[in-house]
T-cell receptor, first 114, second 112 residues
Framework: AQSVTQPDIHITVSEGASLELRCNYS??????LFWYVQSPGQGLQLLLK??????LVQGIKGFEAEFKRSQSSFNLRKPSVHWSDAAEYFC????????????FGAGTTVTVRA | KAGVTQTPRYLIKTRGQQVTLSCSPI?????VSWYQQTPGQGLQFLFE???????NKGNFPGRFSGRQFSNSRSEMNVSTLELGDSALYLC???????????FGPGTRLTVL
């Protein structure tokens, strides 16, 4: 069965510092990979996605993620965080192709201190 | 383009009642998926509809059901509510051929 693991439940980072959120997946084949962000009381916003090709993908709000097949990982990074990046971040996978069912990790809450 | 809209945004019900939640997808999006988000179980897939047909279903009891209309709007229904059904219910829509889901703000259901 497929699974998504986000090892860090909570990360605190200083404003202006770099951020890296980890995501590992267990899947039969390389799935489609996504990162979503959720601000309090809001729905989910897609930050970036990986289907195939270049393993370093750029997203919105200055985020990027790197797919590493050998490590079954899809880690999210941002070089310099802003206070507005405080939110909960979810890694998700779906089967490759036309299946739209997303399986989510448990999420990582990011706190940004001044 | 307007985003995914969900109504109502907040709902309070008592055990044993039933509830219907509504979702209007982004214009042109014909796939609608529903997810349940709780602190204990996280985000879990409920079901997905395309062209008024359920294409995919998650591991939820039969009390959870849904449907989709010809204009792609979707509703989900939960019958015989239990306390554990308290959750944020999220709807997402997709353009067929593009495996990318756009989420609405959710409906917060509280069961007392």
């Amino acid at each position: 069965a497929q699974s998504v693991t986000q090892p860090d439940i909570h990360i605190t980072v200083s404003e202006g510092a770099s951020l890296e959120l980890r995501c590992n997946y267990s899947y039969g084949a390389t799935p489609y990979l996504f990162w979503y962000v959720q601000s309090p009381g809001q729905g989910l916003q897609l930050l970036l996605k990986y289907f195939s090709g270049d393993t370093l993908v750029q997203g919105i709000k200055g985020f990027e993620a790197e797919f590493k097949r050998s490590q079954s990982s899809f880690n999210l990074r941002k070089p310099s965080v802003h206070w507005s990046d405080a939110a909960e971040y979810f890694c998700a996978v779906s089967p490759p192709g036309g299946d739209y069912k997303l399986s989510f990790g448990a999420g990582t809450t990011v706190t940004v201190r001044a | 383009k307007a985003g995914v809209t969900q109504t109502p945004r907040y709902l309070i019900k008592t055990r044993g009642q039933q509830v219907t939640l509504s979702c209007s997808p982004i214009s042109g999006h014909r796939s609608v998926s529903w997810y349940q988000q709780t602190p204990g179980q996280g985000l879990q897939f409920l079901f997905e509809y395309f062209s008024e047909t359920q294409r995919n279903k998650g591991n939820f009891p039969g009390r959870f059901s849904g449907r989709q209309f010809s204009n792609s709007r979707s509703e989900m229904n939960v019958s015989t509510l239990e306390l554990g059904d308290s959750a944020l219910y999220l709807c997402a829509s997709s353009l067929i051929g593009y495996n990318e889901q756009f989420f609405g703000p959710g409906t917060r259901l509280t069961v007392l």
